[in-house]
């Protein structure tokens, strides 16, 4: 079985924010011993203390992987976000530090998009608002505002794995499906593209947001645009908290220019189930809050779980990087019995690849497999070579400058 230069039982894995437990079966099944979870987001010092010495670290939505605490990492290796967003991570400086951020791109997809599709349901006819009173002792049976699905349209911001999904289920119970993404994207089924944001929101009854955090999406949906949809429409967001102006939002629905909204994610959110959940969105009847739980369902966290968990180890046993979102990606195969691994990982300067293979002739190594592999100022060189000690090659790829991280596998 192949070694790694850092043995597995010395490997420390640092789960956070109740990823599923499959997770740390995947590693302990591995041989991986040193692991260490914990369910909720843990507050700065605390948080300091278990990622310190951290080599792998997996965290949801909600731990910041920025500024002090990604510098609090002395030894991080590889993080693995288990969910889609990456948007608490800085994955700049983590590249140029030499750590691979892995994520998963789809594993909860369908459960966004049917949460999303069973909101529209409900604020079309009303529930959110009729639930509420009846809670209350109300009784309000009337069919006032209270509309079919069916020829209804649904305009969708962000046409990528969620959006198209939901698309794709709305057009099943027969809604007009348009959408406006930045990409040039194939249309599914009978869904039109829209050239902006404009030209989508007086079309719509249903407004649903499935874009990534960056800058570009960040308070897109003001009073401006809020005044762009027809009276009566609903929102939904189930994407990022700053996506939407709040404040704006609930000017609209005081005003009954939005009759509805299903908001699942907000500017600040609660570290754990045990604090208290603040909104100027909440006692609006007429819209449902959800606890950001759009992809926390057990299909889906044990989806993320194994699929996150296994790129990690993956690239910790054998040092394939193959899906990282901020790093060159490099698929590699097992290695044979009779060779060493040797990973550079280095500043993607010219001759950098030149020192690299003289170090190697240095050291009289017959180079057996040769990888390489570039993302903008990173470059990620494998060679699997036949060589008894590995300690001189080690030291002389250090001493290159622009290295950043050097592993062996033998
Ligand atoms: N509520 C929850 O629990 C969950 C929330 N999410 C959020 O949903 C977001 C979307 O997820 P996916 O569909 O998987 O992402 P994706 O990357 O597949 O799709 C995002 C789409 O948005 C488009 N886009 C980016 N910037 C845009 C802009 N300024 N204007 C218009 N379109 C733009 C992209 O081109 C892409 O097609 C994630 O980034 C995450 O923040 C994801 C999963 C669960
Ligand atoms: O449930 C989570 O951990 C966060 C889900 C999410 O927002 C995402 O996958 O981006």
């Known amino acids: 079985m192949t070694k790694l230069s850092l043995s597995k039982e010395k490997i420390k894995v640092v789960l956070l924010e109740g990823v599923h437990p499959e997770a740390e079966q995947l590693f302990r ?3 991986y011993s040193q692991i260490v979870t914990v369910d909720s987001t843990p507050a ?29 990492c ?8 288990f969910c889609i967003g990456t948007n608490q991570v800085d ?6 530090r030499g750590i691979p951020v892995f994520n998963a791109p789809f594993s909860n997809t369908r459960s966004v998009a049917e949460l999303v599709m069973g909101e529209i349901i409900l604020l079309l006819r009303g529930i959110p608002e009729k639930n509420a009173k009846a809670h209350r002792g109300e009784w309000q049976k009337s069919a006032v505002r209270s509309h079919e699905t069916r020829g209804k349209t649904l305009g969708i911001v962000g046409y990528g794995h969620i959006g198209s999904q939901l698309g794709v289920l709305a ?22 593209a829209v050239a902006s944001l404009e030209e989508l929101l007086p079309q719509v009854d249903v407004l ?28 939904v967001n189930a994407a990022r908290g700053n996506i939407i102006v709040i404040d704006d939002l609930v000017d609209a629905l005081r005003s009954d220019h939005i009759a509805g909204a299903a908001i699942d994610v907000f500017p600040e959110e609660p570290a754990s189930n045990n604090e208290t959940f603040n909104s100027p969105l909440t006692g609006f009847d007429q819209v449902i809050l959800t606890p950001h739980i759009g992809g926390s369902t057990q299909e889906a966290q044990l989806n993320i779980a194994n699929e996150v968990a296994d790129k990690l180890i ?59 592999q570039t993302a903008g100022e990173v470059g990620y060189v494998i060679m699997d070579v036949q060589c008894d000690s590995s300690e001189g090659i080690v030291q002389q790829l250090k001493d290159i400058s622009g290295t950043i991280r050097v592993r062996v596998l033998h």
């Open 91 to 96: 994955l700049d400086t983590c590249k140029s």
């Open 314 to 372: 993956k690239y910790s046993n054998n040092g394939s990087t193959t899906s990282a979102v901020n790093f060159p990606e490099v698929s590699l195969p097992s290695l044979h019995p009779d060779l060493t691994r040797v990973m550079h990982i280095h500043e993607n300067k010219p001759g950098m690849l030149e020192q690299i293979n003289q170090a190697f002739a240095r050291e009289n190594m017959n180079v057996a497999a040769m990888y390489l």
């Open 171 to 192: 057009e099943a119970l027969g809604m007009h499906v348009l959408f406006y993404d930045i990409e040039n994207k194939l249309p599914l089924g009978n869904c039109q």
């Open 44 to 72: 700065d010092d605390e948080l300091h203390q278990l990622i310190g010495d951290a080599h792998i670290l997996g965290i949801r939505s909600r731990t910041q992987l920025i500024g002090v605490n990604l510098d609090a």
């Open 208 to 235: 649903s947001l499935h874009v990534p955090a960056t800058e570009l999406t960040k308070n897109m949906i003001t009073t401006k645009e809020l005044a762009l949809l027809p009276a009566g429409a609903h929102v």
């Open 74 to 81: 002395d030894k991080l290796m590889a993080v693995g976000t």
């Open 29 to 31: 099944r591995d041989g």
